[in-house]
């Protein structure tokens, strides 16, 4: 229960106490309240002034805290990327295509971020694969992406399965195949062959190296072969990544 309603009850409860002690006042004492009645009263009043006075003063903003981070040294394999090769901080998101909490950040940060940083050519935005062994169609689903890939439609399934879970969940990837307009027998083939599971377990074994256990996980890094920066873990709100971000641009200038 929020402060608002919580205020709220408590005002009720209280003016239902004021006329639970006035009823009785009027009934036991015809002639008049009591100096102790009216004293209950009083103090009762002041209480209800109290809270909706409190209920109506504008409550500072939170500010999200940053959570703690740790540094990590990653070697990434290769990879599709977004933004220039050449921009001097790399964010990396170790995924899960089941994983709710991917696709927050997918829907309500990544867009923020590419507008701002990665077209700018500030930022370069790696996704790689971090398939749970509790969801059992994220395996499928990350190779689902890498085999669209092979047809120049990474990003055009990718979206398409992190914004439609229940695709991923009921392993639908053959019509996803064709909604993004893939070559349905070539993209089957690929899947029957299980093509890019080798490099799904490279990029697992990446994160497990660096620790990373949970999705979504990132690394905010200076750019290079080997990535020496910090680790996120969760789906923060964008002011956290952006401060973060901004960080690793100020080292790289130094």
């Known amino acids: 229960m929020n402060n ?5 009850n408590e005002a009720i409860r209280l003016a239902a106490t004021l006329l639970f002690l006035a009823g009785m006042a009027t009934g036991a004492h015809a002639d008049g309240l009591t100096t ?9 009043l002041r209480q209800i002034k109290q809270l909706l006075e409190r209920q109506q003063r504008p409550q500072p903003p939170q500010q999200p805290q940053a959570p703690p981070t740790e540094q990590v040294k990653i070697k990434l394999p290769p990879s599709i990327f ?3 090769a050449d921009a001097p901080v790399t964010l990396v998101e ?6 709710p909490y991917c696709n927050r950040f997918d829907r309500d940060t990544l867009p923020e971020l590419v507008k701002k940083y990665v077209d700018t050519g500030k930022l370069k935005f790696i996704p790689m694969d971090f398939p749970l062994d509790f969801h059992k169609n994220a395996m499928k689903a990350a190779q689902a992406t890498r ?3 092979d047809q120049g439609k990474y990003w ?3 979206d398409a399965l992190l914004r439609e879970p229940k695709a991923v969940e009921e392993g639908n990837f053959a019509a996803k195949a064709k909604d993004v307009g893939l070559d349905e027998k070539q993209f089957q083939i690929c899947m029957d062959d299980q093509k890019h599971a080798p490099a799904v377990k490279a990029m697992m074994a990446a994160a497990q190296s660096a620790g990373i256990s949970g999705t979504p996980s990132f690394v905010i890094a200076p750019s290079g072969e080997t990535l020496d920066g910090i680790k996120i873990v969760g789906a923060l709100p964008l002011p956290i990544f952006e401060e973060k971000i901004k960080e690793a641009l100020a080292g790289v200038k130094k």
Do not use: H, V
Not at 4 to 8: A, C, I, V
Not at 36 to 44: C, K, R, S, V, Y
């Open 156 to 158: 055009q399934m990718r």
């Open 36 to 44: 102790q009645q009216g004293d209950a009263i009083l103090n009762e």
């Open 82 to 84: 977004l933004g220039k």
């Open 147 to 149: 085999c669209a890939g």
């Open 94 to 99: 170790f995924t899960d295509y089941q994983c």
């Open 4 to 8: 608002r309603k919580r205020f709220r």
